[in-house]
């Protein structure tokens, strides 16, 4: 199974400012279509998760252009370019390049310093 | 708009059984792949089972199979699992998830004697 490891697991951010998420994956996520299967979801506090970009850089219909998704291979970034009192949840990216199983890294708490 | 509302979850005592629905609508369910993810409390995303289109691929992760059997009905616009020998480990909110994206709200199924 492709495992999933996030950095950092605790992310407490100025409101306004930028915050990073890192993500990788134990093997490439370059699927034999070429494809990059690599999608970051978030959860905010007492909802379910709400997926954010799919396939490595692309932000799904209503997702704020604040939050842009980064990488290849094995190395993903999440970038917020000004944090908002909204951003605030768990943050987890997801492989769905070499399934069964899909797995999920184990989530960035964002919060507000 | 997309809709996805679980139900079925409760208190169940180990060793024994429930099932979950999902009942979709806004979209035609029966040309999506769907999933169920749990969330044990305060912890991350597992994923645990897929179901194709047409419900003739099914998937399970290794922590359920044999235990527990998805299951889907087009007509009905619905999605199940049946969850067998259950044990306090799979104390979760379970989500049904369509495709790779949208989520419902969740069900909580806790198993305690």
């Known amino acids: 199974d492709v495992v999933m490891t996030q950095s950092p697991l605790s992310l407490p951010v100025t409101l306004g400012q930028p915050a990073s998420i890192s993500c990788r994956s134990s093997?490439?996520?370059?699927?034999?279509?070429?494809?990059?299967?690599l999608n970051w979801f978030q959860q905010r506090p007492g909802q379910s998760p709400r997926r954010l970009i799919y396939k490595v850089s692309n932000r799904d219909s209503g997702v704020p252009d604040r939050f842009s998704g980064s990488g290849s291979g094995t190395d993903f970034t999440l970038k917020i370019s000004r944090v908002e009192a909204e951003d605030v949840g768990v943050y987890y990216c997801?492989?769905?390049?070499?399934?069964?199983?899909?797995?999920f890294g184990p989530g960035t708490k964002v919060d507000i310093k | 708009e997309v809709q996805l509302v679980e139900s079925g979850g409760g208190l169940v005592q180990p060793g024994g059984s429930l099932r979950l629905s999902c009942a979709a609508s806004g979209f035609t369910f029966s040309s999506f792949s769907m999933n169920w993810v749990r969330q044990a409390p305060g912890k991350g995303l597992e994923w645990i089972s897929y179901?194709?289109?047409?419900?003739?691929?099914?998937y399970y992760a290794d922590s359920v199979r044999g235990r527990f059997t998805i299951s889907r009905d087009n007509a009905k616009s619905s999605l199940y699992l049946q969850m067998n020998s259950l044990s306090d480990e799979d104390t979760a909110v379970y989500y049904c998830m369509r495709d790779r994206r949208d989520w419902g709200q969740g069900t909580l199924v806790t198993v305690s004697s």
């Open positions: 093997q490439s996520l370059v699927h034999s279509d070429g494809n990059t299967y």
């Open positions: 997801m492989q769905a390049t070499h399934w069964p199983p899909f797995t």
């Open positions: 179901i194709s289109m047409s419900g003739s691929i099914i």
